[in-house]
């Protein structure tokens, strides 16, 4: 087991152990890993075959994480931040790329090619990412599991194992989330709210 | 929106969406019983829903591996035409061979992202012979293998177009007895693999297909043993198990991470066989948290199949992650009978041979696949059947074991006389008699009460003396100390300036061995236990012996000393046998590498067995055992929690250990042979490092204590003064809203509970009765009718209400995060509450009368309070995290009050009309000070100066409503001291 490994395995036991101070010491390494992850991909990348998110969050968690020393619950939370990291990096981006456009300086994150290389998306991600917090407000599990399968790409069943609820709670919280995300998300775009 | 109209939207919804469109808006207007904000609400959301699309469908990030562009894509020399399924661990799609003109169809499971690639590679090649060469009519033949362009390993199967056998059952509703045949043709083609070697290790519904002229055909054969690295088995099997596997389907032993063989598939063909005559599953999970599904395999006795089809229950299917609901009519209607007829054709018989098949212990059940089916044969032609009920006969067989002696003649008498009063004998031999009501503990007495911390004691062999550890009254390096258990003369038996730690006596009581640690070096040295020269044995490496507890013990043939030691750094412990005459040492158990390690050995009174303490990662510790010759590794407990001691019970029934499973450290008796722990009744908090006399009457045992009060500090000026005080531990006080009356907690009663006093500490009364967990931080309700608070009977943390004057208690939170800290908003509905729920500690708030919770902070939040008018939330970032935030109860920007509050202070603070108080340490000594804050000012002021320590990490402050009094907590003394316990017959 190799220093990192041993850093983030202890701050994972630590965190869930209720020392949000170890939250504060993972984030980075985290962030750390799926930043040179991403790289990777990409310097390997062929057309055709994109980056995954899934892959991306348990390649790091298969990396960071001493595999024989975890405990579940680790695990869980391993997931729940690579989720929320995924998505600061990519809105953060967004948001970057808006600012430049109204000539502002853009921010520049090494994450920046990831981006721009997976398909065409249409999705406005500042406006899904806005309407995520006030989803949170009203629903935070709703939040979470909309974190957790789009941006970390986790299925129902691993999101269901990381929230420990059972999948069909996934399931009608999903379908809920995504309704409610839609109509939002319409009214932002047509009312520019 | 208000979260339980959330909550109710999102219901309708669910069922609205499972109704044709065309049906859908009447179906919605009955179901809103009128409330047309509802209708247009969910109607609006269903539509939103309809309209949606694929939107978020797909990962943000590419989906590469999903199924539209997986189409017409190349594995290997396979064409992909379809996905047909997706497991933890891998992809399936139908595919053709790209050069076969035969276009025969197969299955190419794709191994997902994020396994281990080469370890699955290697082990395929090993195996692929052997699979390649199992050829049965109802086995899937696995036909290839190998690595995509991208490196991806892939298994290639023949493919089986047909449903999964629990479904096929069900939808031609075959018969119990076509069930059965069905059942012994998968027997058989298990029993075939077995023959060559082969174990399945994943043997469930969803792995046996049946195609369309009813062949069953088994899938994945071997395939669980190519994906299951053998590095995870030794350590935690959880992640393994919950990965690789479907739960409900793993035998104990997988679960345990001990040998896996043909035992395992009869067991997995058991539960199979369970699920098809049932309908139901074998055990009722709460959960799927790991732990709890452990337990229920390992150590929960599945309910009768003739009982299970009277039950009323919800199952998730696996496949699709819906529910359903199983009725007796259902059940029965699939099966073709009456619901009574069909549980009267599972009573005896076919109950005895599906329990025997899930028998806990490996080498009870059927000893092999075609046994099982054999016995099924036997029960069609109506044969009496081998498989019998295990409880009388197994019991009888266990007691004849242990009392060879005992009267043959009475054993076969009794279950004719009385046969419900020997099982009920029988359950309780198996016990420890210490958990027997029949064994009365008589008395619990101080031993020593000296200046600090008496620790570690250890009964000599004849009971009549102690050893223990003492620091002497000028609190200086720990020695070791012996005097007699009737008290009297105080001898010291080191005097070494070293930290001299664990005694243990040789068997004959001649001689004492203990650990020394000096400046550089630990050794273990060997005394004569009169005193005299001390001979040094070995060198063991550091550390660990500043740990509580007992780290050396004697093996009663007076052969080994047992100790934890290890040769580097970054090696786990583990335990070595020591020979005391020569120090020549050999390593005894196996901790996984990565592991804390283990430690605190202690040997069975007859000397056979070892028990020990293993800890994964810090602050975790489980109870193991092992034979001392060669043998299996098993684990006791499944707890998560600390260990800090453990011992055999007298009768080496179970092991004694001092553990915080539910919140302080009490005593607990883990019964070795099943069983959950239980707590040795009449030891209170702070016990550990208990150890029993040889004829089991006496245990001693050290008690750590705490001695904290509530002290008052005017705020006009003065001295501050004791307000409520005990010899034990009173903390977390709290006024009443008239002032008049103090909430707070105390374990002056034996247990942490709520108690309530005057507000000047007079007429304290108690006001729960949980009797073990910690149950603390009350607060009042605005109207001071109720105090809110958390406990933790069932191992979590939860906030309840009680009212004030006395009466039952009524849960609040019941989510199995830790909820804890609860704090009422001024208008009285809503009570907040810091939880671990959504992954770290935030502040939630509750609906006093029942609902959803609402998570309140986003950037942590711990311990909040509303101010006095209202308007702002107060609270402390977290557990240990510093700093002290408000917001605007009505939501707005965060603001920081007192930013460099120290971590773990969270509790050392209130808030007032024009600033806050608080307490904070000093940088150097033992004391601190209490401050004021004013808002608008910068810097606080010093109210008073403490030479005390405070209590960290409690909620331990307190305003008067009248602004005037503060009520805060000290630690006035702190030590450990001597127990003896005794009971009247030999426990």
């Known amino acids: ?193 | 929106m208000a979260p339980e109209r959330w909550q109710k939207i999102k219901e309708l919804l669910e069922a609205c969406l499972e109704r044709a469109a065309t049906e859908r808006d009447a179906w919605l207007e009955t179901a809103c019983c009128g409330d047309a904000e509802l209708y247009r609400e969910v109607r609006s959301l269903a539509e939103s829903y309809e309209a949606s699309g694929d939107l978020l469908e797909a990962p943000v990030l590419g989906n590469g591996e999903g199924p539209e562009q997986q189409e017409g894509r190349r594995v290997g020399p396979y064409r992909i035409l379809r996905e047909i399924g997706e497991g933890g661990m891998a992809r399936v799609y139908l595919g053709v061979r790209a050069d076969d003109a035969s276009r025969r169809q197969v299955a190419i499971k794709v191994i997902k992202r994020g396994m281990d690639y080469e370890f699955i590679l290697r082990r395929f090649r090993n195996e692929s012979q052997i699979l390649a060469s199992l050829d049965h009519p109802n086995i899937a033949r696995l036909l290839d293998g190998g690595t995509t362009g991208d490196g991806v390993p892939y298994f290639v199967m023949e493919y089986i177009d047909g449903p999964a056998i629990d479904r096929y059952c069900d939808e031609r509703r075959l018969t119990i007895r076509e069930r059965v045949e069905l059942f012994r043709t998968v027997c058989a083609a298990v029993e075939r693999a077995h023959r060559q070697g082969i174990v399945h290790r994943d043997i469930k519904p969803g792995n046996i297909l049946v195609s369309a002229d009813g062949t069953p055909k088994l899938l994945d054969f071997g395939i669980a043993k190519v994906m299951d690295p053998e590095g995870w088995t030794a350590a935690d099997r959880t992640l393994t198990v919950q990965r690789l596997m479907t739960p409900e389907y793993a035998s104990p032993e997988q679960v345990r991470g001990t040998a896996v063989s043909e035992a395992t598939d009869v067991y997995s063909l058991g539960v199979l066989l369970y699920e098809l005559l049932t309908g139901h599953r074998p055990y009722r999970l709460r959960s799927r948290a790991p732990h709890e599904m452990a337990q229920a395999i390992c150590e929960v006795e599945p309910e009768k199949p003739s009982t299970a089809v009277k039950r009323v229950e919800e199952i998730t299917r696996p496949q699709t992650g819906t529910r359903e609901m199983v009725t007796p009519a259902q059940v029965g209607e699939a099966r073709g009978m009456a619901p009574e007829k069909l549980r009267r054709s599972l009573e005896g018989d076919l109950d005895n041979i599906v329990l025997m098949a899930m028998r806990k212990e490996p080498e009870r059940r059927y000893r092999s696949a075609a046994e099982l089916a054999e016995d099924l044969g036997r029960y069609l032609e109506g044969r009496p059947v081998r498989a019998r009920r295990d409880t009388l006969v197994y019991r009888t067989e266990k007691f004849l074991q242990r009392h060879r002696k005992a009267s043959l003649a009475a054993v076969a008498a009794v279950p004719v006389l009385a046969p419900v009063a020997l099982l009920t004998f029988f359950w309780a031999r198996s016990e420890p008699e210490l958990l027997r009501e029949s064994s009365q503990l008589v008395r619990t007495a101080p031993f020593t009460t000296f200046q600090g911390a008496e620790k570690q004691p250890a009964l000599s062999p004849d009971g009549s003396k102690i050893a223990f550890v003492w620091s002497g009254p000028e609190d200086e390096n720990a020695d070791i100390y012996v005097r007699p258990v009737e008290g009297g003369e105080l001898f010291r038996l080191t005097t070494d300036v070293s930290e001299d730690v664990s005694p243990v006596w040789s068997p004959d009581g001649s001689r004492i061995a203990f650990l020394r640690t000096g400046k550089q070096d630990t050794a273990v040295f060997v005394s004569p236990s009169g005193g005299g020269v001390h001979r040094a044995v070995t060198e063991v490496y550091p550390t660990r012996v500043e740990a509580e507890g007992r780290h050396i013990d004697w093996s009663p043939d007076g052969r080994w000393l047992a100790l934890a030691d290890r040769a580097a750094a970054g090696e786990p412990f583990r335990i070595f046998l020591v020979d005391p005459e020569t120090g020549a040492k050999a390593p005894l158990t196996e901790p996984p590498e990565g592991a804390v390690g283990d430690s605190g050995p202690a040997f069975s009174p007859d000397g056979k067995w070892i028990s020990f303490l293993r800890s994964p990662s810090s602050g975790i510790t489980e109870l193991w055992v092992r034979p001392v010759e060669a043998g299996e590794e098993r684990r006791v407990t499944h707890d998560g929690r600390s260990i800090i001691s453990q011992t055999w019970s007298p009768d080496g029934r179970g092991l004694v250990f001092s553990s915080n499973r539910t919140g302080g450290f009490h005593l607990w008796v883990a019964p070795l042979w099943g069983g959950m722990p239980r707590r040795l009744p009449g030891i209170g908090e702070g016990a550990s490092e208990a150890v029993f006399s040889r004829d089991g009457r006496r245990m001693a045992y050290s008690h750590f204590f705490v001695d904290a009060n509530i002290w008052r500090l005017d705020v006009a000026g003065g001295a501050p003064r004791t307000a409520i005080a005990s010899t034990q531990y009173d903390s977390s006080p709290q006024f009443s809203p008239d002032g008049k009356r103090v909430a707070f907690r105390s374990n002056r009663a034996g247990f942490h509970e709520i108690w309530v006093a005057g507000a000047d500490g007079r007429d304290a009364r108690q006001l729960t009765r949980f009797g073990g967990p910690l149950t603390g931080t009350p607060r009042w309700s605005p109207d001071g009718r109720w105090i809110a608070f958390d406990s933790r009977p069932e191992g979590q943390a939860d906030i309840y209400r009680v009212p004030a004057e006395g009466g039952p208690v009524r849960r609040v939170t019941s989510q199995t995060s830790e909820d804890v800290v609860p704090s009422w908003s001024r208008d009285g509905k809503w009570i907040y509450f810091a939880s671990s729920r959504s992954g770290e500690w935030q502040v939630w708030k509750a609906p006093v009368e029942g609902g959803t919770s609402v998570q309140v902070t986003q950037k942590g939040g711990f311990a909040a309070f509303e101010s006095l008018d209202g308007r702002w939330l107060y609270y402390a970032r977290g557990r240990s995290v510093p700093g002290v935030f408000r917001v605007p109860v009505e939501g707005g920007e965060e603001v920081p009050v007192v930013p460099e509050m120290k971590p773990g202070y969270w509790g050392y603070w209130a808030p007032a009309r024009d600033g806050i108080y608080y307490a904070a340490p000093d940088e150097k000594g033992p004391g601190g000070g209490i401050f004021f804050l004013r808002f608008r000012e910068r810097r606080p002021r010093r109210l008073i100066s403490i030479d005390k320590p405070f209590a960290v990490a409690d909620s331990a402050f307190a305003l008067s409503p009248g602004g005037d009094m503060i009520l805060f907590t000290l630690i006035d003394q702190r030590g450990s001291d001597l127990m003896l316990a005794e009971w009247s017959e030999a426990p």
């Open chain 1, 1 to 193: 087991m190799d220093s990192a490994q041993e850093g983030v395995t202890q701050l994972l036991a630590s965190w869930s152990k209720g020392d949000r101070g170890a939250l504060e010491r993972l984030t980075p390494l985290v962030y750390g890993e799926l930043k040179r992850l991403a790289g990777r991909y990409l310097r390997r990348e062929r057309p055709g075959h994109t980056l995954q998110a899934t892959a991306l969050v348990h390649e790091a968690f298969l990396r960071l994480v001493d595999q024989r020393n975890v405990e579940w619950q680790n695990r869980a939370h391993f997931f729940g931040v690579a989720a929320q990291l995924i998505r600061r990096i990519l809105v953060d981006h967004a948001r970057g790329r808006m600012a430049a456009k109204r000539g502002a300086n853009a921010v520049k994150l090494s994450l920046e090619d990831v981006v721009e290389t997976p398909r065409q998306r249409p999705l406005d991600l500042v406006a899904l990412d806005d309407a995520l917090d006030a989803l949170a407000k009203m629903d935070p599990q709703q939040s979470r599991i909309v974190e957790l399968r789009f941006f970390a790409g986790l299925s129902i069943e691993e999101t269901a194992e990381v929230l420990c609820i059972s999948p069909a709670t996934v399931k009608r919280d999903w379908t809920a989330a995504k309704a409610w995300l839609y109509r939002d998300l319409s009214g932002r775009a047509a009312g520019g709210a």
